[in-house]
């Protein structure tokens, strides 16, 4: 029998309180302190209120060439997440218990690889000379040897490959509370394979589509190890432009404003997206 708190009783305060405490101490607390360097002036006139990191960011293109392509790529990275995770999602739910615990165990097992080795894996099929080439020369497909490396091609299928469990582990997640009855009952009314699946299981699995392209959009927005192996130095994203600005530049003041200006910009685009589909998922 499913039990509801009571209301006014402190369970729900007990039940928060640890992932509040580190929310914040692990998010919360860290953004404050990137928003304060942020709009700190450093040098001759160091404490001084500023806003100069920021018209730094605004006034100089090469910076806005690499907020166009980070989200341009997180976007496309996401599309292609959604287009291939769903179907997949969808066999997974359907399958039997033997199979659907082998395709979790396919889909699970690459997260158990640190990122960096599945990278350098990567490397070594897109470089020039590397798997991919070799086959393209087997199928007679191509003369010369040819290389993904340092194109945004190239980092769309590592990041793809990276990201795609989360979108479908989460979509399974929603498509199994779907009572099987409803696909029955359309079944029964006359619609097809696709037709119920349109009608009934894409829209009652909204949630979990929403939640795992946030979740996969986030990641590949804030990601620059992949990024910056496969694309190299000349396709920087944001994130990689902070870690330059903080470690090689140390200039910690644009690289928090970098950081700040990224984070609005996620928020601005993922905050819209979550209403909108939780509408569309009646939740």
Same mark, same amino acid.
């Given at each position: 029998?499913?039990?509801?708190?009571?209301?006014? !009783?402190?369970?729900?305060?007990?039940?928060?309180?640890?992932?509040?405490?580190?929310?914040? $101490? #692990?998010? *919360?607390?860290?953004?404050?302190?990137?928003? #304060?360097?942020?709009? $700190? #002036? =450093?040098?001759?006139?160091?404490?001084?209120?500023?806003?100069?990191?920021?018209?730094?960011?605004?006034?100089?293109?090469?910076?806005?060439?690499?907020?166009?392509?980070?989200?341009?790529?997180?976007?496309?990275?996401?599309?292609?997440?959604?287009?291939?995770?769903?179907?997949?999602?969808?066999?997974?739910?359907?399958?039997?218990?033997?199979?659907?615990?082998?395709?979790?165990?396919?889909?699970?097992?690459?997260?158990?690889? +640190? /990122?960096?080795?599945?990278?350098?894996?990567?490397? =070594?099929?897109?470089?020039?000379?590397?798997?991919?080439?070799? @086959?393209?020369?087997?199928?007679?497909?191509?003369?010369?040897?040819?290389?993904?490396?340092?194109?945004?091609?190239? $980092? /769309?299928?590592?990041? &793809?490959? =990276?990201?795609?469990?989360?979108?479908?582990? @989460?979509?399974?997640?929603?498509?199994?509370?779907?009572?099987?009855?409803?696909?029955?009952? #359309?079944?029964?009314?006359?619609?097809?394979?696709?037709?119920?699946?349109?009608?009934?299981?894409?829209?009652? !699995?909204?949630?979990?589509?929403?939640?795992?392209?946030?979740?996969?959009?986030?990641? +590949? $927005?804030? +990601?620059?190890?992949?990024?910056?192996?496969?694309?190299?130095?000349?396709?920087? &994203?944001?994130?990689?432009?902070?870690?330059?600005?903080?470690?090689?530049? *140390?200039?910690?003041?644009?690289?928090?404003?970098?950081?700040?200006?990224?984070?609005?910009?996620?928020?601005?685009?993922?905050?819209?997206?979550?209403?909108? @589909?939780?509408?569309?998922?009646?939740?």
């Amino acid at each position: 029998m499913t039990q509801s708190l009571r209301p006014g !009783s402190r369970e729900p305060a007990f039940l928060l309180a640890p992932g509040l405490f580190f929310l914040l $101490i #692990a998010f *919360f607390f860290p953004t404050l302190q990137l928003l #304060a360097q942020s709009v $700190i #002036a =450093v040098g001759s006139e160091a404490g001084r209120l500023t806003l100069e990191h920021y018209a730094k960011a605004f006034s100089d293109d090469f910076y806005a060439g690499i907020a166009f392509r980070t989200f341009k790529l997180s976007i496309i990275i996401t599309a292609i997440c959604l287009l291939i995770g769903f179907p997949l999602a969808v066999a997974m739910s359907r399958a039997g218990r033997g199979v659907r615990t082998l395709l979790i165990l396919i889909i699970v097992l690459p997260l158990m690889t +640190s /990122v960096v080795i599945r990278t350098f894996g990567w490397l =070594v099929i897109l470089g020039p000379g590397g798997v991919l080439s070799w @086959t393209l020369n087997a199928l007679g497909l191509i003369d010369n040897s040819v290389s993904l490396m340092h194109t945004e091609t190239g $980092i /769309v299928i590592a990041m &793809v490959q =990276v990201l795609l469990p989360f979108l479908v582990l @989460t979509t399974l997640g929603s498509l199994n509370q779907i009572p099987k009855s409803l696909e029955e009952a #359309a079944r029964v009314m006359g619609a097809g394979f696709f037709r119920g699946i349109r009608h009934v299981t894409l829209p009652m !699995s909204v949630p979990g589509l929403a939640s795992g392209s946030v979740l996969v959009f986030a990641l +590949s $927005i804030s +990601s620059f190890i992949t990024p910056s192996l496969v694309g190299g130095v000349r396709l920087p &994203v944001v994130a990689g432009s902070i870690y330059q600005q903080m470690t090689g530049s *140390f200039d910690w003041g644009f690289g928090a404003a970098l950081s700040v200006l990224l984070l609005i910009a996620t928020l601005v685009l993922i905050v819209p997206y979550m209403v909108l @589909t939780s509408r569309m998922g009646g939740r």
